[in-house]
């Protein structure tokens, strides 16, 4: 599987993005896909995650509700809504598939591959 994120850029506190990630290769709609973000210094940490077949959410619970995530399975193509940006938002954010059509489990360790993500910097 081969990931392509897009969609980052500069964005001031309090406006909104929408982040996408294509896959080719492999068998998008069986397997999960996951959200990850990277601040400079920071370890890579859980943002959200969306069952194969698009009906189970999962999301870090520092988000209070201000991203949303979602997949179109004949695009091959998740999603990533950010809303109420702040500038702690700010990383190189990641998506990566899953091993099975879901799990609750937020650690890295649990997707893969990844791709090269796509930089988000919230300006405040």
């Known amino acids: 599987v081969q990931l392509q994120a897009s969609g980052g850029g500069v964005v001031q506190a309090g406006g909104c993005l929408r982040l996408s990630c294509t896959a080719s290769g492999g068998t998008f709609s069986s397997r999960s896909m996951a959200w990850f973000r990277q601040a400079p210094g920071k370890e890579r940490e859980f943002v959200a995650s969306?069952?194969?077949?698009?009906?189970?959410?999962n999301y870090a619970e520092f988000l209070k509700g201000r991203f949303a995530i979602s997949r179109d399975n004949a695009k091959n193509t998740v999603w990533l809504q950010m809303n109420s940006l702040k500038p702690e938002d700010t990383a190189v954010y990641h998506c990566?598939?899953?091993?099975?059509?879901?799990?609750?489990?937020?650690?890295?360790?649990?997707?893969?591959?990844w791709g090269p993500g796509t930089l988000v910097t919230i300006s405040s």
């Open positions: 990566a598939p899953g091993r099975s059509e879901f799990t609750y489990n937020t650690r890295s360790e649990a997707y893969g591959p």
């Open positions: 969306i069952s194969g077949s698009g009906t189970i959410n």
